[in-house]
């Protein structure tokens, strides 16, 4: 069966850092762009970064940029966020997604939570 899987969310302090897996199965990540996406506490659901399955393409939000990273594997049909210098706000459930475009295939992740306190 198709599967998303984060991992890697955790307690962390303020500046510290973190990094994220989803690994997929049943599917071939190499066909889709991916996306990260957070949801904090009483708030909407918003998108973190992505990258586009060719052309090493990449987006991120402005709260993040400059401390987040995101990458793909290939190989090991494994996407990858690496937050640097965590900030308070950065506390969220973090979701990874996966859309194939125009040919209509789009997964979501069950949700890692993050929180970043002292």
């Known amino acids: 069966q198709l599967q998303f899987v984060e991992s890697g969310g955790g307690l962390v302090q303020p500046g510290g850092s973190l990094r994220l897996s989803c690994a997929a199965s049943?599917?071939?990540?190499?066909?889709?762009?991916i996306g990260w996406f957070r949801q904090a506490p009483g708030k909407e659901r918003e998108g973190v970064s992505c990258?586009?399955?060719?052309?090493?393409?990449?987006n991120y939000a402005d709260s993040v940029k400059g401390r987040f990273t995101i990458s793909r594997d290939d190989a090991q049909n494994t996407v990858y966020l690496q937050m640097n210098s965590l900030k308070p706000e950065d506390t969220a459930v973090y979701y990874c997604?996966?859309?194939?475009?125009?040919?209509?295939?789009?997964?979501w992740g069950k949700g890692t939570l993050v929180t970043v306190s002292s």
């Open positions: 990258i586009k399955s060719t052309g090493g393409i990449t």
């Open positions: 049943g599917f071939t990540l190499e066909y889709y762009a």
């Open positions: 997604y996966a859309d194939s475009g125009a040919y209509g295939m789009r997964y």
